[in-house]
C-alpha cells in the first residue's frame, strides 16, 4: 500500500475554525490523507482564515507568500484556502496568488474530497456555494481515536443579525441550527473518547433553535439534554448576543450544575448612540438589567465580553459610556479590537475615526479591563473551585489545568492526570492564573 499523504493545516480565527479544521482533517482522512505539523513534509497545506479584521485577512496573503518557496521544492504540493476569507475573497484569492489550487468557503467542506481529486488531476478547484445539505451530516469518517478532556462542538452556523461591522453574516451566511439529535450523538461519541467538557459553538449559539423530539429546542433543552450524558462533567457555550438570552438559559445557569459559571455576552459598546449606529438592537441599560438577572440566578457567574474602539462616529462622551458600562458590570474577562473597516458592512461607508483615536481608547478600555480582571481573579484565592486538568505544567510533578470560571490554574505534585477533574483551593494568584492545592 502507498503511503498516506500528509496534510497541514494551519488554523486561525475563531473556535469555530478550530472545530472545522477538525472536521476538514476527518473528512481527508476518509480520502487517504493522515496530519502533520511540519509543512515541509505536507503533500497539502490548508490554510483555515478569518477575514473578522483586516490584519487577520491579510495574514493569508503573507502566509501565502511564505509558502511559495515550499512549492518550488516539491512541484506536488496542493494549497488550499478555507474558511472565511476563502468566503469572501475566493477568487481574487486565485487571482492574487496562482500558486493557490483550491479555495473552499465554509460550508463546503464535505466536499474537499472530491476537490482534491480534482487539483490532483492538475485543476483548480473554487467552492464557496451555501448548500442547503448539512455540511457536518456528510463529514463521518470520524476515527474513534482517544481525545483530550476538553473538545468544541458547532451547534449553530451563521448570522442574521447583521451588526453594521461585521462580515460574519457574508462569510458563514444565514443562522442555521444543527438537529438536537446529531449534537447529542456527536457529543456521546466524544465522552466515550475521553471528552470530558464540551463548548458548544455558533456564531449566535444561543439563537439556537435545532429540531428536536417535539418540536425546535432551544440551547436549553440542549443543555439540560447533555447534562444526562454520563461521564460529560462540563458543559460551556459561545458567543452568546444579548437579545437571545432568554428566561429558560438564564434559568439553567442557575440549576444544572454541568453548566459553568462563566458567559462570553459580547456588547461591543456602552453607548446607545453607537449601539444603534451598529444595529446591536438593545440598549446599555438592557444589557446591565439583563447582566443584573444572570447574577440573580447564578451569583459567581465570570461575564466576559467584547468592544470595539473608533466605530465610526464615535465621540469621546460616547467611548466615556463605554468606560462607564465596563464599570457598572465588572468583568473577569474581556476582548477588545479597534474598528477594522471591512468592504461591503454598512459602517464601513461613514465617517471614519482616526486611527491614533482608536489606539488610544483602546489602551485606556484595556488597562481597565485589565484592573477589573486581576480583581476578579485575585479573589478566587481562599475559594474552592472545580478543576478539570488538561496537561503537565512546565515544573516536574505540576498539572495544569481550567477551573469552573476558566482561570488557568496550576497545582505543584498532585498525583492527577490529564482529564482528573478535582476540587482545588485556591491560594495564589500570579499574572496569568492561579496556583492551588487539591482538597479532598
Ligand atoms: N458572534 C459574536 C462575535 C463575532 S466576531 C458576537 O456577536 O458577539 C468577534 C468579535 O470581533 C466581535 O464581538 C467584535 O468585538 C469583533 N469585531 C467584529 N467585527 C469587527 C470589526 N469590523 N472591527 C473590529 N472588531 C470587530
Ligand atoms: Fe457579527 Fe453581530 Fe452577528 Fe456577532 S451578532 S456575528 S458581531 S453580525
Ligand atoms: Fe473569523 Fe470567520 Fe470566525 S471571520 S472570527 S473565522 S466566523
Known sequence: MADPKKLYIRTYGCQMNVYDSERMAEAMGGAGYVGTDRPEEADMILLNTCHIREKAAEKVYSELGRLRSLKADNPDLKIGVAGCVAQAEGEEIMRRQPLVDLVVGPQSYHRLPQMEARVRAGETALDTDFPADDKFDTLRHRPKAKRGPTAFLTVQEGCDKFCAFCVVPYTRGSEVSRPASRVLEEA?????????????????????????????????????????????????????????????????????????????LPVQSGSDRILKRMNRKHTAEGYIRLIERI??????????????????????????????????????????????????????????????????????????????????????????????????????????????????????????????????????????????????
Open 188 to 264: 456521546r461519541d466524544l465522552v466515550e473518547r475521553g471528552v470530558r467538557e464540551i463548548t458548544l459553538l455558533g456564531q449566535n449559539v444561543n439563537a439556537y433553535h435545532g429540531a428536536g423530539e417535539g418540536g425546535d429546542w432551544s440551547l436549553a433543552r440542549l443543555i439540560w439534554a447533555l447534562d444526562d450524558i454520563d461521564g460529560l462533567e462540563r458543559i460551556r457555550f459561545t458567543t452568546s448576543h444579548p437579545n437571545d438570552m432568554t428566561d429558560d438559559l438564564i434559568a439553567a445557569h442557575g440549576a444544572c450544575a454541568k453548566l459553568m459559571p462563566y458567559l462570553h
Open 295 to 440: 447574577r440573580a440566578a447564578r451569583p459567581d457567574i465570570l461575564i466576559s465580553g467584547d468592544f470595539i474602539t473608533g466605530f465610526p462616529e464615535e465621540t469621546e462622551d460616547d467611548f466615556q459610556a463605554t468606560l462607564d458600562l465596563i464599570e457598572a458590570v465588572g468583568y473577569g474577562q474581556a476582548f477588545s479590537f479597534k474598528y477594522s473597516t471591512r468592504p461591503g458592512t454598512p459602517a464601513a461607508e461613514r465617517g471614519q475615526v482616526d486611527e491614533d483615536v482608536k489606539a488610544d481608547r483602546l489602551h485606556r478600555l484595556q488597562d481597565l479591563i485589565t484592573r477589573q480582571q486581576r480583581a476578579v481573579q485575585d479573589a478566587m484565592v481562599g475559594r474552592t473551585v472545580g478543576v478539570l486538568f488538561e496537561k503537565p505544567g512546565r515544573l516536574p510533578g505540576q498539572m495544569v489545568g481550567k477551573s469552573d470560571h476558566l482561570h488557568a490554574v496550576h497545582v505543584a505534585d498532585a498525583g492527577l492526570g490529564a482529564g482528573d477533574l478535582a476540587q482545588v483551593e485556591i491560594v495564589e494568584s500570579g499574572a496569568n492564573s492561579l496556583a492551588g492545592r487539591i482538597v479532598a
